[in-house]
């Protein structure tokens, strides 16, 4: 099937971890991703609406401005974070190196493949997806209340802004 990239329509992203191996248990890789969207917002023309870090996936819900495409902002995203991780485990000779060593024995942080990609046309849908992204770690039973899950955008949009990722307003 074709993908249409839009700049005018917001994306709704899942991408996964390897094998879905709960590579963010640990608290400094939660930080180093949170870091990583940090700066990929700065390199890139992105809206970003809501997001959530779960321990083997993601969900992003944004748009791409200039061009609807997204290919440099996962670029950005999923490789310098996997980079930055895999330099610190093959430093410290982590076990979690020989559970992400792909059939050619390449070590992945990444589950192959673009992940999930859907475009958002109506209000209501990105309502759907933007609830859905919040309220990932309460039905996970993380957190009892979204704007308790430290990584993603609940808590910016709680108003509890101080050190979160802005996000924008849809429709701005």
């Not at 992105?46 to 944004?62: C, F, K, R």
């Amino acid at each position: 099937m074709r993908r249409i990239n839009s700049p005018y329509h917001a994306r709704f992203l899942t991408f996964s971890t390897y094998r879905r191996l709960p590579l963010f248990e640990e608290v400094w890789i939660r930080d180093a991703f949170v870091e990583q969207l940090r700066l990929t917002r700065v390199r890139h023309p992105l809206s970003l609406y809501a997001w959530v870090l779960m321990p083997e996936h993601v969900h992003l819900l944004l748009h791409e401005r200039a061009t609807g495409r997204l290919d440099g902002v996962l670029k950005t995203l999923k490789i310098g974070l996997a980079k930055r991780v895999l330099s610190v485990w093959r430093s410290e000779r982590s076990v979690v190196l020989d559970s992400i060593l792909d059939d050619a024995g390449r070590q992945r942080f990444w589950q192959r493949g673009g992940g999930y990609d859907r475009n958002i046309f109506t209000s209501e849908e990105f309502a759907e997806k933007f609830r859905y992204i919040h309220l990932n770690p309460v039905r996970r039973g993380l957190v009892k209340f979204p704007e308790e899950w430290k990584w993603g955008s609940a808590r910016w949009w709680a108003g509890r802004r101080e050190g979160e990722i802005e996000c924008d307003y849809y429709g701005r």
